[in-house]
């Protein structure tokens, strides 16, 4: 059974441009949250999909939006970047949302010149 | 009420020692605290989880300690390895609910 998997892995962009980045959860996994993870502030939660609607979101600037597709896969976005916005981001999906198991992917490390 | 505080941010341990990890919680209504291993290059793996209706929970050299007066729980890896060496995370959630995750444990095994 394939994992989660997201792309790309790695990235890197200018201030003021805008990123997309892309997951696909494990087959039959209707749940799939965002992570950011960075040296600082360690893993923070940005937002949860389950059935193309967002069920959750963390505490992060407007410029990070996304989305869920019918066939579960998911997409965020950030616009008009920030050094800051340099990080490692997580997907992880999971079977129902609730405390099934979260499955991770490997991360789209994001550096932001 | 929605921090978990982990400690100790790093440990260096023996081979066959005993490597203790350990969190602390706020918000009363979370009902669900996995732990989490993380190697350099990959992305978090669940380790083990406990709910409060137990106080204790071993997996193979894994152990999730509990006390929900103290709000606080911890993890014993005995025996350590040095394939033990990564990052371990604590998380605490509720239902329907985000995790919410400590800062992280950089554990090393000594061999």
């Known amino acids: 059974k394939a994992g989660v998997t997201q792309t790309p892995r790695y990235l890197i962009k200018t201030r003021g441009q805008q990123v997309t980045l892309s997951c696909s959860p494990i087959?039959?996994?209707?749940?799939v949250s965002w992570y950011q993870q960075t040296p600082g502030q360690g893993l923070q939660f940005l937002f949860e999909?389950?059935?193309?609607?967002?069920?959750n979101k963390g505490n992060f600037p407007g410029r990070f939006s996304g989305r869920q597709f019918s066939n579960s896969r998911s997409e965020m976005n950030v616009s008009t970047l920030e050094l800051g916005d340099s990080a490692l981001y997580l997907c992880?999906?999971?079977?129902?949302?609730?405390?099934?198991?979260?499955?991770f992917g490997p991360g789209t490390r994001l550096t932001v010149l | 009420q929605q921090q978990v505080k982990q400690s100790p941010q790093s440990l260096i341990v023996q081979k066959g020692g005993i490597s203790i990890i350990n969190c602390a919680y706020e918000?009363?209504?979370?009902?669900?605290f996995p732990w989490y291993q993380q190697f350099p290059g990959k992305g978090p793996a669940l380790l083990i989880a406990?709910?409060?209706?137990?106080s204790e929970k071993k997996e193979g050299r894994f152990t999730i300690s509990f006390n929900k007066s103290a709000k606080q729980f911890s993890l014993h890896i005995m025996d350590s390895q040095p394939g033990d060496s990564a990052t371990y995370f604590c998380?605490?959630?509720?239902?329907?609910?985000?995790?919410?995750f400590g800062k992280g444990t950089k554990l090393s095994v000594k061999p």
């Open positions: 999909y389950f059935s193309e609607t967002q069920r």
């Open positions: 998380a605490a959630g509720r239902s329907q609910g985000n995790l919410i």
């Open positions: 087959s039959g996994h209707r749940s």
């Open positions: 992880a999906s999971s079977k129902e949302r609730g405390r099934d198991e979260q499955f």
């Open positions: 406990i709910r409060p209706d137990v």
């Open positions: 918000n009363t209504a979370f009902d669900y």
